[in-house]
């Protein structure tokens, strides 16, 4: 089974940028979704970016402009680039992989946390305005 574990986060400035990386093991799809999902406390599960294997990504709207996710193959790292960092960015941050004998759309994956069936235990962002 695949194994997620994520690093990066930390407690910085409204303006300022983090990178969390997400080091994937044991996980061997050829067609794959990969995404990053967040949950500020007493808030819904949010997903804020995806790629896929077709190289598609998709942002939620809130991070469009300021966030990238990329994935470094020969590493088997997840990152997600943030920059423009706000207090509203503050939460729990997850990666997750699609789950075994499914594929989703990065355009489809933010929207259907179910399919993915590996997470990372999470690494905590907050931003002081």
């Known amino acids: 089974h695949a194994q997620l574990v994520e690093s990066g986060g930390g407690s910085v400035q409204a303006g300022e940028s983090l990178r969390l990386s997400c080091a994937v093991s044991?996980?061997?799809?050829?067609?794959?979704?990969l995404a990053w999902f967040r949950q500020a406390s007493g808030k819904e599960r949010e997903g804020v970016a995806a790629?896929?294997?077709?190289?598609?990504?998709n942002y939620a709207n809130s991070v469009k402009g300021r966030f990238t996710i990329s994935l470094e193959n020969d590493k088997n790292t997840l990152y997600l680039q943030m920059d423009n960092l706000t207090a509203e960015d503050t939460a729990m941050y997850y990666c997750a992989a699609g789950a075994d004998r499914i594929w989703v759309s990065a355009f489809q994956a933010l929207g259907r946390p179910n399919e993915f069936g590996y997470w990372g235990q999470g690494t905590q962002v907050t931003v002081s305005s």
């Open positions: 790629l896929d294997s077709d190289g598609d990504t």
């Open positions: 044991g996980y061997s799809k050829t067609n794959y979704f």
